[in-house]
């Protein structure tokens, strides 16, 4: 098995490169919220 | 400039001159000059990719930009964490099978070499002039803030991180990006911290965010709505920076070599993605943060006298000018505004909803003086263009000694680390899809390795030249550099999108949708700067894709049969 298919197979920590998508688009989704909450707090 | 802030920025400078010889040391061969010998892990691709990003203008703006225009710039970042999931599924693992050096090499694979060469010239065209200006633009602003020679300060802007690009290549870059990075980091989160301590005794932080909040300048979130619907000329809301955004971040960190240069040099697909990820859940609230340091210095002048107009040589230049008298009266009108200000921040946070009230019709007023002084600064043929003054006038004015020179290195080291990565992606860009593609000349580990050492020292020349040249034009052209991206980065994108997802459009096709996307592109620009349209420039990046993706297949359909059996 060459190096690069090696990679394909193994992601850190949470099992899949789909997770770390998904938590990527999550942090995205609360960053959103939470500077939704700011604009309405003080503006 | 005190003693102690040239002490400072002279061993900070020095300091990165030497650690980037120090960590010059590599193979003397193409993979060791421009890959680093594929051997960097995750959180140095992690910093070298800010690194590369985050330019000079980016620390002197985005405070500017929060205290004139409030936080909304941040949306335009918004794109960059879905962007940077598209290039970990679709991009990275292609370059990484290819064991590619510039992303353009792809192309003549997937397609023919008149796009990869075409897609490379554009790469070398946009970057090349933008690195010019990314020296030129910091350079202008501390001329005029400090006094200093615009061309001495060119020199030292674009001259010194030759030294260690030359010699060290992507390993030399990829370390003092890190180190920099640190540096800069650290300087503007002091700066922020003094900033609060300098606001007047009983006024915290969140008071500061109350002001500034009140005063309009905490619109994080906005959607570009209007009574008469979507407003497409609106630069900066949740839909065009999701949208425009993503285009654009997409073609910057699949497409262009500074950024794809910066990943390659991973010791693994792995580290590579990883890289991107971690800089797609950072980067939006780092950038957050520096925009933040903008509002904090907007509330800072609600209980200090601003100045009337933040770039002081243009200030100068209407003092002497026939509109001196109309100066001094708008003066006097600004001063009296600042005592009313004063009066009604007395009464905070007392009677908050009477402060706030008072202070928003205040706002109102000074903002249209500002208008008539900008007015003025413009007839007089000056830049009525201020906002990239703010932060360093009030770093120069408040700040306490020391700090102020630290403050000037990041300045430098920012601008360092973004054009070292432009110059090594530049050297690499046309020493392999230039040089050794159309040279029949002998090739070879040391000849490559010395071939390009010479190519970036040619490019770091003439960006040095770029720099000398535009500085003979003023400086609006501060704002150049935002936009040029955007005029190249659609067309760029369109064709790799077609080369990943649309197997059906061959070579010639996209080749000749490419040239005409990049013609309607520039057509569309010039519509709106001649106020016939209205289009924000991130839009451009959307549409340059999108046309290349759609004249592509409409011109594989009608081209004679014989170019998709070549296709075959």
């Given amino acids: 098995m060459n190096k690069y298919a090696e990679d394909e197979e193994k992601a850190p920590l949470l099992g899949s490169w789909t997770a770390w998508y998904v938590l990527v688009l999550v942090v995205l989704i609360l960053l959103i919220a939470c500077f ?3 604009t309405k707090a003080y503006s | 400039m005190k003693s102690l802030d040239w002490v400072v920025l002279i061993v900070t400078l020095s300091g990165i001159i030497l650690y980037g010889i120090y960590k010059s040391r590599t193979t003397r061969d193409l993979d060791g000059y421009f890959l680093s010998n594929r051997s960097m892990p995750w959180y140095l691709i992690l910093l070298s990719i800010m690194g590369t990003q985050a330019s000079a203008i980016t620390f002197l703006a985005a405070p500017g930009q929060a205290y004139t225009d409030g936080m909304r710039f941040v949306q335009y970042y918004f794109g960059l964490p879905l962007a940077a999931i598209v290039i970990c599924i679709s991009f990275v693992p292609v370059f990484s099978r290819l064991k590619v050096f510039t992303a353009y090499e792809y192309l003549e694979q997937r397609f023919d070499l008149k796009t990869r060469t075409f897609t490379s010239f554009l790469f070398l065209l946009q970057r090349g002039l933008s690195t010019g200006i990314s020296i030129y633009a910091p350079s202008i602003i501390l001329s005029v803030l400090l006094g200093w020679n615009i061309y001495l300060t060119n020199l030292f802007m674009g001259g010194l991180l030759i030294i260690y690009t030359v010699t060290g290549g992507a390993r ?4 003092t990006q890190t180190f920099q990075f640190v540096i800069i980091m650290g300087a503007m989160f002091i700066a922020g911290y003094f900033i609060v301590k300098d606001l007047p005794p009983g ?18 979130i906005t959607t570009g709505f209007t009574d008469k619907g979507f407003d497409w000329g609106d630069r900066y809301n949740i ?12 073609s910057y960190f699949g497409t262009d070599q500074s950024q794809v240069g910066r990943y390659l040099t991973a010791r693994s697909l792995k580290e590579s993605r990883l890289g991107l990820l971690m800089n797609g859940m950072v980067k939006v609230p780092m950038q957050f943060l520096i925009l933040l340091i903008g509002v904090l210095v907007f509330a800072f002048y609600q209980f200090n006298k601003a100045p009337a107009f933040f770039n002081e040589l243009e200030l100068k230049r209407l003092e002497q000018s026939v509109y001196g008298d109309s100066l001094k009266h708008l003066k006097q009108e600004l001063y009296s505004i600042q005592q009313r200000k004063d ?4 009464l905070y946070p007392a009677q908050q909803d009477a402060a706030f009230q008072q202070l928003q019709l205040l706002q109102g007023e000074t903002e249209a003086v500002r208008a008539q002084i900008k007015g003025l600064v413009k007839k007089n043929g000056g830049a009525d263009n201020d906002t990239n003054y703010i932060f360093l006038h009030f770093v120069v004015d408040y700040l306490p000694v020391g700090l ?3 403050i000037i290195a990041i300045i430098f080291l920012a601008s360092w680390g973004s054009i070292a990565a432009a110059l090594n992606s530049l050297a690499s860009s046309t020493v392999i899809d230039f040089h050794k593609r159309f040279s029949s000349k002998g090739h070879g580990g040391e000849k490559d390795y010395q071939v390009s050492k010479k190519y970036t020292l040619l490019w770091g020349l003439f960006c040095m030249a770029v720099a000398m040249f535009v500085s003979n034009w003023g400086n609006s052209l501060i704002e150049v550099v935002n936009v040029l991206g955007s005029l190249f980065y659609g067309t760029i994108l369109g064709i790799f999108l077609v080369a990943f997802y649309s197997k059906r459009i061959g070579g010639n096709a996209v080749f000749w949708a490419a040239l005409m996307a990049e013609v309607i592109v520039v057509v569309l620009f010039f519509l709106n700067e001649y106020k016939i349209i209205s289009l924000g420039f991130l839009w451009l990046n959307a549409i340059g894709a999108l046309l290349v993706w759609g004249i592509g297949g409409v011109l594989q359909w009608i081209l004679p049969a014989k170019t998709a059996a070549a296709r075959q």
């Fill in chain 2, 404 to 406: 102020v020179g630290l």
């Fill in chain 2, 343 to 346: 009066a009604a921040l007395a």
């Fill in chain 2, 239 to 250: 839909f065009s920076g999701m949208i425009g955004g993503f285009f654009l971040l997409l």
């Fill in chain 1, 36 to 38: 939704y909450w700011i």
């Fill in chain 2, 172 to 175: 030399a870059v990829a370390y």
């Fill in chain 2, 203 to 220: 006024i915290g932080f969140t008071d500061a965010l109350r002001v500034g909040g009140k005063l309009g300048k905490m619109n994080v």
